[in-house]
């Protein structure tokens, strides 16, 4: 199945959920308009809803919380993985793509976990798994990038790509889920910096009970 593909079917489930929690505000809502106009309908709608309140809560979150957030969810990977028939200024209509719709379908075709595996020596099936990892964990992962890729003359592409996939998941400007670098330099304050100055707070410490005592 085809990334495309796969987007479409996520899509529709989105949908599916966004417009039965709509479908559910609307009825409680109309039960609300029912309880205001002396009819109590909420007997006939136990146990799902019990009260008015009940159905004022409920109607809350389907439509502010579930509604929207799985609409959103559904409706801008949808049109942004959708051709669009433009017009331009002398009258003809051309069609035009997003960049992420085109992102998608060259990665589909030419990033296959296995052409990646022959590009990087990486099992596919350790790619797949980190994959789904990141994927599962999205805002909680941090990659660490190291400086020397950096001194390469097209390591732009190298960001370009770890940036899709942290914002593909949401892990951009997170607590424990951002992108950084990890220089040697650091490795050098740890495993020289730090024993220098522990053995210099002992030996001031030393001298410091010498001298007061």
Not at 90 to 102: I, Q
Request: net charge negative; hydrophobic share 50%.
């Amino acid at each position: 199945m085809t990334a495309v593909a796969t987007l479409g079917r996520l899509t529709a489930a989105y949908l599916t959920v966004a417009l039965l929690a709509l479908l559910g505000g609307v009825v409680t809502g109309l039960a609300q308009g029912l309880e205001h106009a002396g009819i109590n309908v909420y007997p006939a709608l136990a146990p799902v809803v019990q009260s008015y309140y009940h159905g004022l809560s409920l109607h809350g979150v389907l439509n502010v919380l579930v509604w929207t957030t799985f609409f959103i969810c559904g409706f801008l990977p949808f049109i942004a993985v959708q051709a669009f028939d433009v017009p331009l200024a002398d009258g003809t209509r051309v069609e035009a793509r997003t960049v992420l719709d085109l992102t998608a379908e060259y990665l589909d075709a030419s990033m296959t976990p296995e052409t990646v595996s022959k590009i990087t020596w990486a099992p596919a099936e350790a790619i797949v798994r980190l994959a789904r990892d990141v994927a599962r964990h999205g805002g909680k992962t941090l990659f660490a990038v190291g400086m020397g890729p950096n001194q390469f003359f097209n390591n732009d592409l190298k960001d370009r790509a770890i940036f899709l996939v942290a914002a593909l998941t949401g892990s951009i400007g997170q607590m424990g889920g951002n992108v950084g670098s990890y220089a040697g330099n650091y490795r050098n304050t740890l495993f020289s910096g730090m024993p220098l100055n522990s053995s210099s707070d002992v030996i001031f410490a030393s001298e410091t009970a010498e001298f007061t005592s």
